[in-house]
């Protein structure tokens, strides 16, 4: 699976932005995905996860109730929704796939290249 994330960019503290990962390959469906980040100086953190049918999702606590992800496999895209966004939220957005569900880094097989948010207060 190849993956590659956009949508990043400039935005001010308050507003909303949606990142998107478009997956290459015919077992996209099969995969969980998740969304990880960081922020300048820091170690990648755990974002958000979906299951493959895109029923099933939990998210790390700093984005709960903000953040929202979902997919498309039609599409073989899966997005991340940002609303009410912060200057803590600067990072750069990665997404990933993997076999089953996990919040771990070590459990995703395949990383997309990321995509900078930056969140302006």
């Known amino acids: 699976v190849q993956l590659q994330a956009s949508g990043g960019g400039l935005v001010q503290a308050g507003a909303s932005l949606r990142v998107s990962c478009a997956a290459s390959?015919?077992?996209?469906?099969?995969?969980?995905m998740g969304w990880f980040r960081q922020a300048p100086g820091k170690e990648r953190e755990f974002v958000a996860v979906?299951?493959?049918?895109?029923?099933?999702?939990y998210y790390a606590d700093s984005v709960k109730g903000r953040f929202t992800i979902s997919r498309d496999n039609a599409k073989n895209t899966v997005y991340l929704q940002m609303n009410s966004l912060e200057p803590e939220d600067t990072a750069v957005y990665y997404c990933?796939?993997?076999?089953?569900?996990?919040?771990?880094?070590?459990?995703?097989?395949?990383w997309g290249q990321g995509t900078l948010v930056t969140v302006s207060s």
């Open positions: 990933a796939a993997a076999p089953s569900y996990s919040t771990a880094r070590r459990s995703y097989n395949y």
């Open positions: 390959g015919r077992s996209f469906s099969s995969y969980y």
């Open positions: 979906i299951s493959w049918s895109g029923v099933g999702t």
